[in-house]
């Protein structure tokens, strides 16, 4: 290829980085952002793409999902390339198997495996870590391997996931050594399973019980506490999927102690609420639980803010007969104890349309704020940017065009996973991607997905770039 030639040139569209909007071409060339995009004519292109009356913005990149259920990285990477979403940051726990031994190093070394085969989208991997893994050994070894993110759990003791407080803090030692991360899901796990326990016993274990056994004072109290072991170990520390009111100042309390805390919501608390429990019991089982429309407002001021970061999906693809604990076939009546219910949604493919139609149209968050905390702020905290979540000259060209100006309905049968339901049925929205770009290759154009599977690359995490500040704070 000449120095003059290039494989695409996107002209006419607003482009879109956290800094504001300008409109120019965007030139793609051997899988880049090319730099000087002004010298480049028409005749220079392999192909003219016109994005006029389009935004152009980088890549989401979606640093919170959970492939390993109905839907794995196959299919999950498949619904989520159709959402705009370029680059995947899936958890991956040791998921222990009747006679068979292994590490959660082990268990990344296969769903690479698998992900080299069948994914459609580059990614890079979350470790989780549990109770019972040996953090000495575990932590440095899977940050050779470039996992330098670390999720603990700080609820769930009776399903073997809690991490006990002396061994987190001895997690968020190791990682802070060598430039790791740690990450936690803040929920005070004995609590909750008192209350359960409590509404079990008084025979209140329908829908209605589901969010009161788990009250947003649990939230704050997990996150307080993992704030405070963060900063005893000085280890940059990222909340996952934020939901209630008062987080708010507990984010704000800790930045002002000039710490690396970096929160994260979901588009599920951004807009529903614990009516849609109400309406379909274990569908809309999630944790924490959706909460209330004064919380969902909280995690808008949050964005719009600076003071959380990111919004990701927390994809769990899972189908209907999988949520809940009884068979609506045989007893249609039937409901069944909501406490037996399985945990998580699938909201991958829904994330960009709802978070730009409920925070940009709706004027919450500006356009540029939008890329910041989908794009920009993933990459840089988890040490891939500027590969991802940039359109800068050198970036990889992983692109998407988004048409403010398309309306249509959010549904399960417009979905491209294996998971047959989504809570935002019937959510009426206005914008959505129309074509996906991954390393200069078209992946979704025109309502097909265009490339094969199994061209996804690994991405290791910098350590040396990580956790280096979204726009806002330190980081954007």
């Known amino acids: ?252 309390r800790f930045r002002g102690e000039d710490m690396n805390l970096f929160g994260e919501t979901c588009p599920q608390y951004l807009d529903l609420t614990n009516q849609k429990m109400l309406d379909f019991g274990a569908l809309a089982k999630i944790g924490p639980p959706l909460r209330e429309r004064e919380d969902n407002e909280a995690m808008w001021t949050g964005l719009s803010s600076h003071l959380i970061d990111t919004i990701a999906s927390d994809f769990c693809g899972h189908k209907k007969s999988q949520k809940a604990s009884y068979d609506h076939e045989t007893d249609p009546d039937e409901e069944g104890s909501i406490f037996d219910a399985t945990f998580g949604g699938n909201w991958a493919e829904q994330m960009l349309c709802v978070a730009y139609h409920e925070g940009v149209n709706m004027g919450r968050i500006t356009l540029p704020r939008l890329v910041q905390v989908m794009c920009e702020n993933p990459a840089k905290i988890f040490g891939l940017y500027p590969q991802k979540g940039s359109l800068d000259p050198g970036s990889d060209a992983d692109i998407v065009l988004f048409d403010p100006s398309v309306r249509h309905t959010l549904s399960a049968e417009a979905q491209h996973c294996i998971a047959d339901f989504t809570m935002f049925e019937g959510k009426q929205v206005t914008g959505q991607p129309v074509m996906t770009m991954q390393r200069g290759e078209i992946i979704v154009e025109n309502g097909i997905m265009q490339r094969p599977k199994g061209r996804a690359n690994f991405l290791a995490g910098n350590p040396d770039l990580a956790a280096y500040a979204p726009s806002g704070h330190k980081v954007m």
């Open 1 to 252: 290829m000449s120095d003059r030639s290039a494989d695409y040139i996107i002209r006419g569209g607003l482009v879109v980085r956290g800094t504001g909007i300008t409109r120019e071409d965007i030139v793609v060339k051997d899988g880049k952002i090319s730099a000087n995009h002004g010298n480049y004519g028409d005749a220079d292109a392999g192909r003219i793409i016109d994005a006029s009356g389009l935004y152009v913005m980088p890549g989401i990149v979606d640093a919170h999902n959970h492939p390993v259920y109905a839907d794995r990285i196959e299919t999950f990477s498949l619904s989520a390339a159709f959402g705009g979403i370029t680059t995947v940051i899936p958890f991956i726990a040791n998921r222990r198997r009747e006679g068979v031994e292994g590490t959660v190093s082990d268990m990344i070394r296969e769903f690479k495996e698998e992900a080299a085969d069948t994914s459609y989208l580059d990614y890079a991997i979350h470790a989780i870590l549990l109770g019972d893994d040996d953090v000495e050994e575990q932590v440095p070894e899977m940050m050779d391997m470039g996992v330098i993110s670390f999720k603990m759990y700080m609820t769930y003791p009776r399903r073997g996931m809690m991490m006990p407080d002396d061994r987190m803090l001895k997690a968020m030692e190791l990682a802070s050594e060598r430039g790791g991360i740690a990450m936690v899901h803040a929920e005070n796990g004995y609590c909750i399973d008192y209350l359960v326990d409590q509404a079990i016993e008084a025979g209140n274990t329908g829908r209605e019980h589901y969010a009161p056994s788990q009250p947003r004072v649990l939230e704050i109290e997990a996150a307080n506490r993992a704030a405070t072991y963060a900063q005893v170990t000085d280890c940059p520390l990222y909340i996952v999927h934020l939901s209630a009111r008062e987080m708010i100042p507990v984010l704000e």
